[in-house]
């Protein structure tokens, strides 16, 4: 019973993460649409944050046009995670 709440508490932690790391994802999206000041340290962070699934998505061509596709497909990937960690948590318990 406490292993069972203990591990719903991981999981729900996680999934909180992920989805913070979304709304990054999303965030410095938005912010690369409007050219802002890449000396301001907000800017930086949302950047620096970020890189790490940009690198990974950087692997496969995300290009449409002029239109860059890897957030789009970062928050898809997260969200598939965040779904298959909720479902594995349900079969657990």
């Known amino acids: 019973m406490l292993l069972d709440s203990f ?10 993460i992920i989805n ?3 709304w990054i ?9 409007v050219n802002p000041d890449p000396y301001n ?3 930086q962070t949302l950047y620096k944050l970020a890189a790490p699934a940009y690198r990974l998505v950087s692997k496969i061509p995300t290009r449409i046009g002029a239109v860059d596709l890897a957030p789009l497909i ?5 969200q598939f ?4 960690i909720g479902n594995l948590a349900k ?3």
């Open 20 to 22: 913070i790391y979304m």
């Open 91 to 93: 079969a657990y318990i």
């Open 25 to 33: 994802i999303i965030i410095a999206a938005l912010i690369s649409w």
């Open 41 to 43: 340290p907000i800017v």
């Open 81 to 84: 995670i965040s779904i298959f």
């Open 74 to 78: 970062i928050i898809i990937a997260l």
């Open 7 to 16: 591990i719903i508490s991981v999981i729900s932690v996680i999934q909180i």
